[in-house]
């Protein structure tokens, strides 16, 4: 027995280190369909339970069960898989980009790309989403333009902003992406701030806030959860628990709460958690929230449980914190073959038509990127003009910057 007098400093361990067996004995899976449906203006005490369980729609066979179930056409389904197929190929293709040096920098989506194409499905023009740099999907899912997406990652001369931005720090007020920030968690409580201005505004546009598991452990989180709480915020606050930060496992910014949608719990907020890996299960939480937020019944907060396939970032090495194979034993799968295979069983699809697609999405992306280097690289052709640097600063530009333009001759 330990001397009761002697402290010791916890911190918490992954189950498992790199040269070690994947384990995620830990993640306890519940049957699909066995998560009920409330109503959106449930009582959030009587739906705690839901903080701790995880609402999935397809079973192991495919099929599409329980009452989360039947929200989305054969149509919308097969528009899904082509948006999720179009952002994996995208990010294959700028991953290979970076390391052929035309972009400094890139982030990818493998494995979580079911999380933002199908959120997107469940809003209206006009909304507005608070994103990371892992919710690209957004605009894919929304028609935003592959070739200006292409353009701001090389930071040419048709960068959409002016290569002001880090690469895949996206922006666009037409489609309800707020700017990206590299600070992380601020967008939270800017996605909150933005909906009570909806609502003193008497407007009808909702915002969606969205943050990582690691960047939990940042106060804005907190803060954002007390003002979206007090004030019955029309927003949904997005977890996306991808298990791993840059080289942190999940446990270090959950702590002892046991889930990360158990925060929103002391707060008076519904909690929900949802297979992040399950695009129909994705769109009803999704949904459901939406509503909720837009009959002026408040916040919802809703845990996407999902994983990090490839590495954090273009700079980042997962095999100095975790096994390699431990991406195949996610218990929860891949995104794209699970509602391909949904869509095989339900006679709309089949794996030659899947083939063909991944031909189609394949051209088109490269289609694309052709497009957008006709217009230059980071280290060949057409870059944003200095004169750049001095517009869309100040409604009237200082005289400093007057002079500082004039001697550089833009």
């Known amino acids: 027995m330990a001397d009761a007098g002697m402290l010791r400093f916890h911190v918490p361990e992954p189950e498992v280190r790199p040269g070690g067996t994947p384990d995620f004995s830990n993640v306890t899976i519940p049957k699909a369909g066995s998560v009920p449906r409330p109503e959106i203006d449930v009582d959030p005490r009587t739906i705690r339970d839901m903080a701790f369980s995880i609402i999935r729609v397809l079973n192991r066979a495919g099929e599409a069960v ?12 097969l528009e899904g898989l082509r948006h999720m197929m179009t952002l994996r190929t995208f990010d294959a293709r700028m ?219 273009t700079s980042d090495d997962p095999s100095a914190y975790r096994p390699k194979a431990e991406s195949d034993a996610w218990p929860l799968g891949d995104p794209v073959i699970r509602l391909k295979n949904h869509l095989i069983q339900k006679g709309v699809w089949s794996e030659d038509r899947h083939t063909q697609a991944e031909a189609e999405v394949l051209e088109t992306v490269i289609a694309a990127q052709k497009e957008a280097e006709g217009h230059g690289t980071l280290h060949a052709g057409g870059k944003p003009s200095t004169r750049d640097m001095f517009e869309g600063v100040y409604a009237e530009m200082p005289p400093h910057l007057r002079r500082q333009r004039q001697q550089a001759g833009v």
Not at 71 to 76: G, P, R, Y
Not at 216 to 227: Q, R, Y
Not at 287 to 310: I, Q, S
Request: aromatic share 10%.
């Open 95 to 313: 991953q290979m980009a970076q390391r052929q040096g035309k972009t400094s920098f890139y982030m990818q989506h493998l494995g979580e790309e079911a999380v933002s194409c199908a959120f997107r499905k469940a809003l209206k023009p006009g909304d507005m989403n608070f994103p990371t740099y892992r919710q690209a999907g957004l605009l894919i899912a929304d028609g935003y333009p592959m070739v200006s997406m292409m353009n701001q990652i090389y930071s040419n001369e048709a960068d959409p902003l002016k290569g002001r931005q880090l690469p895949v720090m996206y922006s666009s007020k037409e489609h309800g992406f707020f700017s990206i920030s590299g600070n992380l968690a601020t967008q939270y409580i800017q996605a909150v701030g933005w909906a009570m201005a909806s609502a003193i505004s008497n407007d009808s546009r909702i915002a969606a806030a969205w943050i990582g598991d690691g960047s939990t452990a940042e106060s804005d989180f907190h803060a954002a959860l007390v003002f979206a709480s007090t004030y019955k915020a029309p927003v949904v606050l997005n977890v996306v628990n991808n298990q791993w930060a840059i080289s942190t496992f999940q446990g270090i910014a959950r702590g002892g709460s046991g889930t990360f949608a158990a925060r929103g719990l002391g707060f008076g907020i519904p909690s929900l958690r949802v297979d992040g890996n399950d695009y129909l299960a994705v769109h009803a939480v999704a949904k459901w929230a939406v509503e909720r937020a837009r009959a002026n019944l408040g916040p919802t907060l809703v845990e996407y449980v999902t994983y990090r396939v490839g590495a954090h970032s």
């Open 66 to 77: 329980g009452p989360w179930a039947g929200l989305l056409s054969d149509k919308e389904l």
